[in-house]
């Protein structure tokens, strides 16, 4: 089959690999139909997480068909058109007892302060991801869901990271009526953040970023204020000039590893990989949220430690929420939601490109050229 | 003003329940998919066992040293082989993930894997192809210089640096190898 293959920092390419095999009775084989490539895997394909290793495929978004089971697969069929949650997850360990699916202590042996993610590096559990004609789908009774028949393919692909993980960001702000939310960040994660802030009740939501194509979007598809932060001095003077120096009830960092807005930390941490991440979006988050108020972090950073402003969190009283979003336990509601017209996930799509034009797709998407915002993948046996 | 104890805010649900989609459907919070945050239900996953199987392990499987056992199931892809395997097996067999040197050195075998990988890859006749694996050739197909500039961004400032980053490692190489070369002949 064909598969996308990390070749090193900036370098991927199209292989022929083998058609994944049932390794566990509880797996399945997904022929893969769509796949999308997620902010986060910019953090791979820069060789930003520890023990990404050449020849691994990468994609944590993607919808298929199952093309084989295993012996103990009770809940799927062949020929089932099948999402399936970025999350590997075992549905029986103590974490998974208790929601935390994101959390699971059954299907990573490389690291205990992350569960299983589809094609993130083996610091995620050494899977092969989506972004291939075919992918090994662990826990097939457990993680992924029959497509309802009204469900369109590429709505049902937004449903398997970038909504659900959105959503889950606003959760976590613990937004009450009124409140107003700052969203660091224009890209997938932070367009359903802002949307999702209002499906809780805020009053106000502003969007931070520097591409203006995506603050168009969130004028346009999350009806949020805008900032463009290259356009003032102190992004945080401005936003608190705005919400009367009271500061935001809320902030949501959806930005990540790879912030811009302050070159020593974007190079330290960005380029030369001497902090887990470039923390200027959360910084930016503790400093211009009110006293008392919540911050929500659905950016992605790496493992290793990160200047972040702990002084001003704690003198601020600030409660700080986070995790790798439990995706299945968003979909019920998400999918009244898209039923009921309150959200059209795939308008953020932008571009859709060939397996085979891999290398373009992420080149275009790490530089923003195009004014892509969301590429999605389809492989040839689609 | 937070000077006082007024609140400055000024909103209208009905203004905002008119205007926006769905607006508010989601306010109690005591209904949100994820409340409370720690719900136990482990009837509700789809897993119909106690303990999963265990996935055979046909080949040693590192593990951090955080864990008392092998998980049940793992990936199998890229298994630990050559220089780079060795330096990440110590990483995972000496340090757990607390420390920083168990990061580091995964990092270092990072880096140590795409040596490899080119030398190995020239020799099995699948050479990389060092710039159309980079995408860059879609530059003037995907409007490289009107996205870039005369917008704003802010990250263009310091994009010069990544054609760097890519090649500057293969320039320090070959000029190692060959100044290792010459050392040799000249030794002779």
């Known amino acids: 089959m064909k598969a996308m293959v990390y070749r090193g920092p900036y370098r991927v390419r199209i292989e022929e690999k083998d058609i994944p095999a049932i390794e566990h009775p509880n797996d399945a084989i997904v022929r893969v139909t769509r796949a999308a490539i997620c902010g986060s895997d910019l953090h791979l394909y820069h060789g930003m997480m520890p023990d990404t290793r050449v020849g691994t495929t990468f994609g944590h978004e993607f919808i298929g068909v199952v093309e084989a089971v295993g012996p103990s697969v009770a809940n799927l069929q062949v020929g089932d058109r099948v999402m399936v949650p970025f999350n590997v997850y075992c549905g029986s360990c103590w974490f998974c007892a208790r929601g935390l699916y994101s959390n699971c202590h059954n299907v990573n042996p490389n690291a205990t302060a992350v569960g299983g993610i589809y094609g993130y590096s083996h610091t995620c559990g050494g899977y092969d991801g989506g972004q291939a004609e075919y992918v090994r789908v662990p826990f097939a009774d457990v993680g992924p869901m029959v497509i309802p028949e009204w469900l369109d393919d590429e709505d049902a692909l937004m449903l398997t990271d970038a909504l659900p993980t959105g959503y889950f960001g606003a959760q976590l702000g613990d937004i009450t009526e009124g409140d107003t939310v700052v969203v660091f960040g224009a890209g997938p994660i932070g367009l359903f953040a802002a949307k999702s802030s209002w499906l809780m009740g805020a009053g106000r939501v502003i969007v931070v970023d520097h591409l203006e194509n995506r603050l168009a979007k969130a004028r346009e598809f999350a009806h949020a204020e805008t900032f463009h932060f290259g356009e003032y001095d102190d992004i945080v003077v401005a936003l608190k000039k705005a919400t009367d120096h009271l500061g935001a009830d809320v902030a949501i960092d959806a930005v990540g590893a790879e912030a811009d807005g302050n070159l020593t930390q974007h190079i330290t941490a960005a380029k030369f990989k001497l902090q887990g991440g470039s923390p200027i979006a959360l910084n930016w988050a503790i400093d211009s949220v009110r006293k008392g108020g919540n911050v929500s972090v659905m950016g992605a950073y790496g493992p290793m430690f990160s200047a972040v402003k702990f002084g001003d969190a704690m003198n601020k009283g600030l409660t700080l929420r986070m995790n790798q979003c439990p995706v299945k336990r968003q979909w019920p509601r998400l999918l009244e939601h898209i039923r009921a017209g309150y959200i059209k996930p795939s308008e953020i799509i932008t571009h859709r490109l060939p397996l085979d034009d891999i290398a373009e797709g992420y080149h275009m998407f790490s530089a923003k050229l195009d004014g892509c915002i969301k590429p999605v993948i389809v492989p040839s046996a689609a | ?188």
């Open chain 2, 1 to 188: 003003m937070p000077y006082t104890a007024d609140d400055p805010r000024q909103w209208s649900p009905d203004e905002l329940r008119a205007r926006i989609p769905g607006w508010g459907v989601d306010s109690d919070p005591a209904d949100r998919p994820s409340y409370p945050k720690q719900r136990f239900a482990p009837g509700e996953t789809g897993a119909h066992w106690e303990l999963p199987d265990q996935q055979p392990e046909h080949a040693p499987r590192e593990r951090s040293i955080e864990h008392a056992r092998l998980t049940p199931v793992f990936g199998t892809v890229a298994p630990l082989r050559g220089l780079s395997g060795a330096i990440r097996r110590f990483a995972y067999a000496r340090f757990s993930e607390g420390r920083a040197a168990h990061w580091l050195l995964l990092i270092l075998g990072d880096r140590v894997d795409v040596i490899e990988s080119s030398v190995t890859s020239l020799v099995s006749g699948h050479p990389d192809e060092l710039v159309s694996e980079t995408g860059v050739l879609s530059e003037k197909r995907r409007h490289g210089i009107a996205s870039r500039f005369g917008r704003g961004r802010v990250d263009v400032k310091h994009q010069w640096i990544d054609p760097l980053l890519v090649v500057g490692p293969w320039l320090l190489a070959s000029w190692g190898a060959i100044a290792l070369v010459r050392k040799v002949f000249r030794s002779r």
